[in-house]
């Protein structure tokens, strides 16, 4: 069975240094689950200035999938 799980973070941080450094603590954190959990095939991580302070739902994000242009 084939399935994603989607993990949402909003983060507040004084700086990019320290978002650099959650950054790469995130990303390792990732690449461990893939090493200890032979059925995880893939991890991704992509940070973004967010806008607000609401609590978005999930269940009802929509997530698009760039296709590459030949």
């Given at each position: 069975m084939q399935l994603r799980?989607?993990?949402?973070?909003d983060l507040?941080?004084?700086d990019f240094t320290a978002a650099a450094?959650?950054?790469q603590?995130?990303?390792g954190i990732l690449e461990d689950?893939?090493?200890t959990n032979k059925g995880v095939t893939y991890?991704?991580?992509?940070i973004k200035e967010r806008r607000g302070n609401?609590?978005?739902?999930i269940k009802n994000m929509a997530f698009r999938q760039n296709k590459p242009v030949n």
């Open positions: 799980a989607i993990m949402l973070v507040d941080l004084p450094k959650l950054e603590r995130l990303n689950i893939k090493d991890t991704a991580l992509d609401q609590k978005p739902d």
